[in-house]
C-alpha cells in the first residue's frame, strides 16, 4: 500500500515538474521574439529620429523626385535604390510553381508575380541557400544571415535590414501560407547571386556573382 501510494505521489511530483519546464521554454520563446520585434522597432526609430531614409509611401506625397530620378526596376536584379519602375518584363504573370537552380541542385518553389517583382517564400529560400534562418509568427518578423550576410524583413514593408543599414526593396514583403515572402532578386543578391530566368527550360536560375 505504501508502495503505490509512493509511486503515485512520484508520478504527480514529475507531471508538475514536466508541465513547469513547458511552460518555462514556452515563456523564454516569446520573450526572445517579443526582444526580436523590439529590436526591430529600435532600427526603425533610430532611423526615423535621424531622416536617413523613409518608406516608399511617404516618398509618393513629395514633388521634387522629377521622373528622370527614377531609376529602372527589374524584377532579377536588386539595385537597392529609393524610388524605382515597376518592371514589365516579368517572365510570367501568375502565381504558380517553377524550378529555381542552384549550384547544381533544383527545388520547386511556389512564386507569385507582384508589383513587377517575382515574391518567394523567404524561409524556403533560406533553406535552399544553406543560410540560418528564423521567422517570428507574431510579429511576422523574418531573419535570414549567413557568415557575412544578415539579412531582417518585416511583412507589410518595403524595407530590409541588411547587416543592420535601412535599405529599400522593389516592393513590399507580403505574408502568404504563414511565410514571408519577398523579391527573390532580394535574398538572391544580398547573398552574392545573380538571378536569370531559362526560357527553354521554364525555369529560374541562380549564378554566382564573379
Do not use: C
Not at 529609393?82 to 542552384?102: G, H, R, Y
Not at 527545388?107 to 534562418?133: C, H, N, T, W
Not at 552574392?192 to 525555369?203: F, P, S
Request: glycine share 4%; hydrophobic share 35%.
Amino acid at each position: 500500500m505504501k508502495t503505490r501510494k509512493f509511486t503515485w505521489i512520484l508520478s504527480v511530483v514529475l507531471l508538475l515538474f514536466i508541465f513547469q519546464s513547458v511552460n518555462i521554454v514556452k515563456a523564454d520563446d516569446d520573450d526572445y521574439e517579443r526582444d526580436e520585434h523590439e529590436r526591430y522597432e529600435r532600427y526603425e526609430e533610430e532611423d526615423d529620429e535621424h531622416g536617413e531614409w523613409e518608406e516608399e509611401e511617404d516618398y509618393d506625397n513629395r514633388n521634387y523626385f522629377h521622373e528622370n530620378q527614377i531609376q529602372p526596376s527589374y524584377w532579377n536584379i536588386w539595385t537597392r535604390d529609393t524610388v524605382t519602375s515597376i518592371a514589365d518584363n516579368l517572365p510570367f504573370q501568375e502565381p504558380k510553381e517553377v524550378t529555381v537552380e542552384l549550384n547544381g541542385k533544383s527545388e520547386r518553389f511556389y512564386i507569385v508575380p507582384m508589383d513587377g517583382q517575382l515574391l518567394i517564400s523567404g524561409e524556403k529560400m533560406a533553406k535552399f541557400f544553406g543560410a540560418e534562418y528564423t521567422f517570428y509568427q507574431e510579429s511576422r518578423i523574418f531573419e535570414a544571415s549567413t557568415n557575412q550576410v544578415e539579412l531582417i524583413i518585416r511583412a507589410g514593408s518595403n524595407v530590409v535590414y541588411e547587416n543592420m543599414v535601412k535599405t529599400p526593396m522593389p516592393t513590399r514583403a507580403q505574408y502568404f501560407e504563414k511565410s514571408v515572402y519577398l523579391p527573390i532578386s532580394v535574398m538572391a543578391t544580398a547573398f552574392g547571386y545573380r538571378v536569370n530566368w531559362d526560357e527553354a527550360n521554364g525555369k529560374i536560375t541562380m549564378n554566382k556573382m564573379m
